[in-house]
Nanobody
Framework: QVQLVESGGGLVQAGASLRLSCAAS????????QGWYRQAPGKQRELVAR???????KYGDSVKGRFSISGDNAKNTWSLQMNSLKSEDTAVYYC????????????????WGQGTQVTVSS
């Protein structure tokens, strides 16, 4: 009932910046949490950054100080600003969202985007 579409991935050199965006559409009463995860070849999916509806943020240790998550709940979009990229940041990045569909439904539902490739060359 919610679709997430990422954009902004690509190939960059080490030290460069890149901005990923995620747009949510569908049946949305409230966005509970917005986030980004990534998965490199042969590794498990890991948290990059997430922000709750209260504004609390959490970052993966490897990206602290370099990446920043921001959201626009009015537009159902959020972004990940990635600075000082390193070759180890190379991965498929997935947009994640947790939503409530209706005012009368207290349950929260998780959705994922299809993923966007970020490749950082050294």
């Amino acid at each position: 009932q919610v679709q997430l579409v990422e954009s902004g991935g690509g190939l960059v050199q080490a030290g460069a910046s890149l901005r990923l965006s995620c747009a949510a559409s569908g049946t949305i009463f409230r966005i509970v949490e917005q986030g980004w995860y990534r998965q490199a070849p042969g590794k498990q999916r890991e948290l990059v950054a997430r922000v709750s509806s209260s504004g609390t943020t959490k970052y993966g240790d490897s990206v602290k100080g370099r990446f920043s998550i921001s959201g626009d709940n009015a537009k159902n979009t959020w972004s990940l600003q990635m600075n000082s990229l390193k070759s180890e940041d190379t991965a498929v990045y997935y947009c994640f969202g947790q939503f409530r569909h209706y005012r009368h439904d207290p349950y929260e539902y998780d959705y994922w985007g299809q993923g966007t490739q970020v490749t950082v060359s050294s």
